[in-house]
């Protein structure tokens, strides 16, 4: 168990309609990252949180957004769902923000119908 | 953006043997971290280093930090069948000195182990 919980661990929806994944940190990491995991793409960063302040944006969709709030958990939102955004998404945490092991957590399996 | 070649994509080996893989790119990488991978789980982190040169075990694991700073292998000693599972090289390239948190992975090598 790395520590890492997310919710909801599976998720079915439309195209076009709106989720939000949500990460809880392991106790005391400070910085939270998300990430898309895809067969054809493998796992690629999406973007990186520190203490409730974006820190590093890789990939992300205009149409997906993240937050940390203050209690550290932080939330993933994917709009305008297409085919597509059907993947594995997964949330990471560090205690800080440069150069840290991140820990896993077990992912939100998100399909697009 | 930073690429890491993972190699090999697959492997199919024997119970007791020894298993040897690889990562490298061409660009600099200050840390590198080496994650396996379940069906149905996320990566779990088996090893990290921060030295060029550096060698570091966990049990059967142990893997190294290319003294260019562009490449690391993880070796697995004496295979069982719970080593199954995809194994991820991952590294913070260095952009300044302040790559943050862009963790860039390698494809995966696919290990399949029969008793």
């Known amino acids: ?5 997310q919710t909801p661990k599976h998720l079915i929806t439309a195209t ?10 392991r106790s005391g990491d400070l910085s939270v990252y998300w ?11 999406l973007i990186q949180y520190y203490n409730g302040e974006e ?22 939102n994917l709009s305008s769902l297409e085919l597509g955004d ?6 990471a945490s560090s205690p800080g923000q440069l150069n840290q092991p991140q820990h896993f957590g077990d992912g939100t399996r998100l399909s697009i119908l | 953006g930073q690429q890491l070649n993972q190699s090999p994509q697959s492997m199919f080996i ?15 990488f200050n840390t590198w971290l080496w994650y396996k991978q379940e069906p149905g789980e996320g990566p779990v982190l088996l090893i990290a280093l921060y030295k060029a040169g550096e060698l570091t075990s966990n049990g059967r694991l142990t893997a190294q930090f290319g003294i260019t700073r562009k490449d690391s292998f993880l070796n697995i000693s004496a295979s069982i069948p719970s080593d199954v599972g995809i194994y991820f090289c991952a590294g913070y390239p260095n952009a300044g000195g302040t790559s943050y948190g ?11 182990v029969h008793p």
Request: proline letters at 2%; glycine letters at 8%.
């Open chain 1, 16 to 25: 076009g309609q709106r989720v939000t994944l949500r990460c809880s940190p």
């Open chain 1, 35 to 45: 990430y898309q995991q895809s067969l054809d793409q493998g796992l690629q960063f």
């Open chain 1, 86 to 91: 059907s993947a594995l998404y997964f949330c």
């Open chain 2, 102 to 112: 862009k963790l860039t992975f390698g494809q995966g090598t696919i290990l399949t």
């Open chain 1, 55 to 76: 820190r590093a944006k890789g990939n992300i969709l205009e149409r997906f957004s993240a937050q940390q709030f203050p209690d550290l958990h932080s939330e993933l």
């Open chain 2, 14 to 28: 024997q119970e007791g043997e020894d298993v040897s893989m690889n990562c490298t790119s061409s660009s600099i």
């Open chain 1, 1 to 5: 168990d790395s520590g890492v919980t």
